[in-house]
């Protein structure tokens, strides 16, 4: 993948490492893995990039990158990788049907990196904090005083051809070190890291985490194939921390300049999530479809 090499600004040539020194690399399943640093533009934008002009992917592509300043969030905020964290861009072609599919699809980076880091954390569940999504995009730790933090964030997109969609590319972000610094935002919530919350020598290493997300991300969208969303969207529920909780809700821009967002647009309980990832409220007809959403009354953060 020399094309995308250098479409992430990276510096030399790519080299072909020993199938030795690849076995800590989630190969299996995926044609290329690209371990990356130093790189000046994002990968994720890269593989979409790269595949609008016309360029083949040889079969699924992940690209892992270890530090630098060139990754990308939602809303084409920058933020730097930060050394020993998880941060994946992957690009897999498929063949499913838009009109069934591509609704639920945004779910499926989501559902994929909390059952990675449930793996993860799993044996260890006795530290009091829970992986789960907040809606729409973020994982995030449920802290036994019932406080979250944030320890990843996922990116969805899809290329069309037809009624078909072609391509899937996903962002992936775990905080497996270290919290990093967030700007100021009034619906942000404070970062932590796995590391933070699990015994002394029990983080998995980055390749290890690596091969967990990247199996999980395979083996959802296979599911999701084969058996149509359903499946995902029951998975999406189960991880949601919003069911059933009190929401308030405001406009997609809202405090993103760090000024204050003024009163919500929208308040109550979430009942259910629609498979388009959109929230009903109790005793309102209209879902909310977009938005930032905070706890209408979160705990106070020690």
Partial sequence: MGA???ACGLPGVPLQVSSAAAAVLPAAGWHEVIVSRGGTASPYDALRSLTSRGEALPGPVACLTLDGGCLQGQHGRRWAALPGNLH???ALPCDLDAARCAPSLP??????LAEAAIAMTGPHADTGARPGLKWVNDLVLAEADGSWRKVGGVLTAARTTGARISTVFLGLGLNLVAAPPLPSDPFALPPAALAGRLPAGAVPT??????IVLARVRERLALLATAGPAGLVAAYRNHALVLGREVAVWAADAGRDGSDPGPPRRRGTVVDILPDLALVLAGQPEPVREGRLRLADPPAIP
């Fill in 4 to 6: 995308l090499w250098r």
């Fill in 88 to 90: 994946l861009s992957v």
């Fill in 107 to 112: 779910m499926l980076p989501g559902v994929a």
């Fill in 206 to 211: 980055l390749g290890a985490a690596a091969g």
